[in-house]
């Protein structure tokens, strides 16, 4: 074993390899894979190789994209054999929910430039004769995806890495790690220590285990997947697409004249869930014909040319799976020199090329040049340290692998996990939950008689008119918003405010009492966070932050801290709870509750003040998402349920009413509010999103000033917009919806909803800056449907002068 390399990677499969190749390619030499077998001798060597590139989340495609764009050139750069053939995969339809899923999938390749057309049964039948299409009503066709050899292609850019300088150690098994306080300082092997700069863990279904060896969470669970090959099958055409039978759960690739067939059947099997054996090494688990028989009935009705045909084996290879059926990738938040790569869900042959690539751009640049926040390790809460927690949540979403994804859709499994102080309370007012983060958090109140349960459709959910009626009374009366789930943290000391003015873009250094709402950026000038600031003393400042990122802002302001710091930085999610009391009347609601002076002198807009609500403390901050006077109160958690109470028995008069998380989503559109992750995200810049009100470049140094004083000068090359369609209904719209403008897609939606009070629907999305005063010619396309669009002038669609707010 040589003394030290600048880059550890642990694990020679596909990731591994690309990962090496990637920061060799990128000018880093001194790399070493560390392989406890052969290369490929994990899940990589029995993987069945198909690689598709369409995926919900527009970066994931375009990393899948790359991949395609790689293995084209990558035997040609290498000499080896990859087995690349660009056969298009043919996706098949047998229910008109399925034909929705494939309509909505070829609007979004459409916004990627990527081709995916739908076709007849007919059709699918001409591209592929050893299918039975009596059941199928449609399908879709797309030309650019194909097949691989896994081996192949790990090999070939295994062979890159080397030729620039990498070095793979083979039969070489990881043992542990010496750490300096937050860092990795060596990985030991049987073969002895190496020193390290960065460990990047590339370990598969090995990553739970090595995860808890570096103390990073890695919450991965093998799951058994099996796929049969056949013998030669006489009459097989050549050449034929991969295929996707998804209500059958099905997939299928020719395979030297005969065929692959495989699937995702609705109740897998866990493997090995405490940990894989190291010895583990280039096998498979025994076949088990009984569990895969309900794939095999199925598949010998679409493909009856399996009723005659030889079985040359049934492969059954573990392969690691996720509870959100995302990838696990970036940095470690435990550690400050660590990187995971880990967790394909089965498409790590389709994301390995692309995978590698991010994950050398994050450790040489700091950041991938895509945002891949829903593969981001950070996403991840402390539940997820719970084993029982991901197995029985991973076992749901193996189960759904090819399932419809339906809008909307909650998941059933692991449930109850994070719960307000409020939970039982709005459960007896009909609060019908859906799950964030671990929260339990009341997406919508269903009515007495009413059935306390969403129907998942692609149409107008049974839902929509008991949101609206919500949505109403926030308008015209008053409502209770349970946001306890809020991410809170705490600043406290003489060097808070300097280090949070160095942190945030808008000025921190506001009178005791003030709140400020900011973006936190990188060098770069785009967003990393949003978050509100309540100045609650001199030194004393409260943060909130959304549900889902409080991981990754801690992590972002944890890696920004001074050595000598002079104050303290804690998490205090849970020593509040949080009511929303939001609408017209909420002020006369809580003056019936307080002695504490509410006027508009006493406790304006962009404050926060303390008092009683009833026996119990509060900490007000006055701001709104909602678009309306409101309030919200942090309450300590124990007084929560006697301040719901109050506030509720007190309001009767004044038709208070519970409201929920989708109507949030309804009234924050209206107002022309941005939401973190969909149009704040580290791909534009406060001037994009059109927050330059809160870059304060008056003030001293700050991260991203420079940039961001460079792009005001130059202007912004995007701009976020709001879209209303007029449609007879309401139109329940796809995500990533392209933007069309006389015939050209020139975006995507980042949000899309109904607006209840102005009675259409409302879209957001980015388009360049030049195409923004244009006033005619666009369009929305969704379901494979393109609906006529009004851009508007302004994004505010309600209270475009804040009369209600300031109120």
């Given at each position: 074993m040589q003394d030290s390399a600048q880059v550890v990677i642990i694990g020679g499969g596909i990731i591994g390899c690309s990962t090496a190749y990637h920061l060799t390619k990128m000018g880093w030499k001194d790399v070493v894979i560390l392989e406890k077998g052969e290369l490929t001798s994990g899940s990589t060597w029995h993987a069945a190789g198909l690689v598709g590139q369409l995926r919900s989340e527009r970066n994931i495609t375009r990393m899948l994209q790359y991949s395609v764009s790689l293995y084209e050139e990558l035997e040609a750069e290498t000499g080896l054999t990859t087995g690349w053939k660009k056969s298009g995969c043919l996706?098949?339809?047998s229910t008109k929910e399925r034909m929705y899923e494939l309509k909505k999938g070829a609007t979004t390749a459409r916004s990627f430039g990527l081709e995916m057309n739908i076709i007849s049964p007919e059709e699918a039948y001409n591209l592929c004769p050893i299918i039975t299409i009596d059941d199928i009503i449609g399908a879709a066709f797309m030309p650019t995806d194909g097949q691989a050899d896994p081996a192949g292609i790990t090999q070939a850019m295994a062979k890159g890495a080397r030729n620039r300088?990498?070095?793979?150690?083979?039969?070489?098994?990881?043992?542990?790690?010496?750490?300096?306080?937050?860092r990795v300082t060596a990985v030991k092997t049987d073969k002895g220590a190496i020193k390290c700069e960065i460990v990047v863990s590339c370990t598969g279904?090995?990553?739970?285990?090595?995860?808890?060896?570096?103390?990073?969470?890695?919450?991965?669970?093998?799951?058994?997947?099996?796929?049969?090959?056949?013998?030669?099958?006489?009459?097989?055409?050549?050449?034929?697409?991969?295929?996707?039978?998804?209500?059958?759960?099905?997939?299928?690739?020719?395979?030297?004249?005969?065929?692959?067939?495989?699937?995702?059947?609705?109740n897998g099997i866990p493997w090995a869930v405490d940990g894989v054996d190291n010895a583990f090494i280039s096998q498979l688990l025994e076949s088990d014909f009984d569990h895969f028989q309900s794939l095999a009935d199925p598949a010998m009705k679409r493909t009856p040319c399996l009723q005659e045909a030889g079985i040359a084996r049934l492969v059954n290879g573990p392969e690691a799976f996720t509870p959100d059926g995302d990838a696990i990738m970036g940095p470690a938040p435990e550690l400050d020199n660590c990187f995971v790569a880990a967790g394909f869900n089965a498409f790590g042959i389709a994301a390995g090329g692309g995978a590698g690539r991010m994950m050398a751009e994050w450790i040489i640049e700091g950041?991938?040049?895509?945002?891949?926040?829903?593969?981001?390790?950070?996403?991840?809460?402390?539940?997820?340290?719970?084993?029982?927690?991901?197995?029985?949540?991973t076992e749901e979403i193996y189960g759904k692998h090819y399932t419809i994804h339906w809008p909307h859709e909650e998941h059933d499994s692991a449930r109850g996990v994070r719960r307000s102080p409020l939970y039982y309370q709005l459960k007896e007012k009909g609060a019908v939950y859906g799950a964030k983060y671990?929260?339990?958090?009341?997406?919508?109140?269903?009515?007495?008689?009413?059935?306390?349960?969403?129907?998942?459709?692609?149409?107008?959910?049974?839902?929509?008119?008991?949101?609206?009626?919500?949505?109403?009374?926030?308008?015209?009366?008053?409502?209770?918003?349970?946001?306890?789930?809020?991410?809170?943290?705490?600043?406290?000391?003489?060097?808070?405010?300097?280090f949070l003015n160095r942190l945030c873009a808008n000025q921190i250094d506001q009178p005791v009492g003030k709140v400020i709402y900011t973006q936190m950026c990188n060098d770069r000038g785009t967003i990393e966070c949003d978050m509100t600031v309540g100045r609650?003393?001199?030194?004393?400042?409260?943060?909130?932050?959304?549900?889902?990122?409080?991981?990754?802002?801690?992590?972002?302001?944890?890696?920004?801290?001074?050595?000598?710091?002079?104050?303290?930085?804690r998490e205090v999610t849970?020593?509040?709870?949080?009511?929303?009391?939001?609408?017209?009347?909420?002020?006369?609601?809580?003056?019936?509750?307080?002695?504490?002076?509410?006027?508009?002198s006493a406790f304006s807009f962009g404050t926060c003040k303390a008092f009683t609500v009833g026996y119990a403390p509060v900490i007000s901050f006055r701001v709104t998402y909602i678009g309306e006077l409101g309030y919200e109160l942090y309450i300590p958690a124990e007084f929560a349920g006697h301040v719901y109470d109050t506030l509720w028995k007190a309001g009767q008069d004044l038709g208070v009413k519970n409201a929920g998380y989708r109507t949030i989503a309804s009234?924050?559109?209206?107002?022309?509010?941005?939401?973190?992750?969909?149009?704040?995200?580290?791909?534009?810049?406060?001037?994009?999103?059109?927050?330059g009100f809160c870059v304060a470049l008056e003030k001293d140094d700050f991260i991203g000033k420079e940039a961001l004083a460079k792009i005001k000068a130059q202007g912004a090359l995007w701009k976020l917009c709001s879209f209303t369609i007029d449609a007879e209904k309401p139109l329940m719209l796809q995500g990533s919806a392209p933007i069309i403008l006389n015939g050209e897609v020139i975006g995507v939606t980042t949000s899309a909803g109904y607006g209840h009070t102005i009675g259409k629907n409302i879209c957001y999305g980015y388009i360049p800056v030049e195409s923004s005063d244009i006033r005619d010619g666009f369009e929305i396309e969704s379901y494979n449907e393109r609906y006529p669009a009004t851009i508007q002038p302004n994004r505010v669609l309600y209270d475009p002068k804040r009369k209600k707010i300031l109120a």
């Open positions: 996706h098949l339809a300088g990498a070095k793979v150690y083979e039969q070489t098994l990881v043992t542990g790690f010496e750490f300096d306080k937050k279904m090995w990553g739970y285990q090595v995860g808890e060896m570096l103390g990073v969470n890695t919450p991965l669970v093998p799951f058994q997947h099996q796929f049969l090959v056949t013998d030669e099958i006489e009459g097989i055409p050549p050449n034929l697409p991969t295929i996707r039978d998804k209500d059958s759960l099905l997939y299928y690739k020719d395979e030297v004249g005969g065929l692959v067939m495989g699937g995702y059947e609705r950041e991938p040049s895509l945002d891949l926040w829903p593969l981001d390790i950070r996403r991840f809460g402390r539940y997820h340290h719970s084993r029982k927690y991901n197995v029985a949540r671990g929260w339990e958090r009341a997406n919508w109140f269903a009515p007495q008689g009413v059935e306390p349960k969403d129907d998942l459709t692609f149409g107008t959910p049974n839902w929509f008119e008991y949101v609206a009626a919500e949505h109403k009374n926030a308008r015209e009366n008053v409502v209770l918003i349970d946001q306890t789930s809020f991410c809170k943290f705490e600043v406290e000391g003489p060097g808070a405010l300097e609650l003393a001199e030194n004393k400042f409260l943060l909130v932050v959304g549900t889902a990122f409080g991981l990754r802002v801690s992590w972002w302001i944890e890696n920004h801290k001074p050595s000598d710091s002079a104050f303290s930085f849970s020593a509040y709870a949080v009511i929303n009391v939001i609408g017209p009347k909420s002020r006369a609601l809580l003056e019936k509750t307080t002695d504490a002076d509410l006027s508009n009234t924050h559109l209206e107002k022309g509010y941005a939401d973190w992750g969909s149009e704040l995200t580290p791909e534009y810049t406060p001037f994009d999103v059109g927050l």
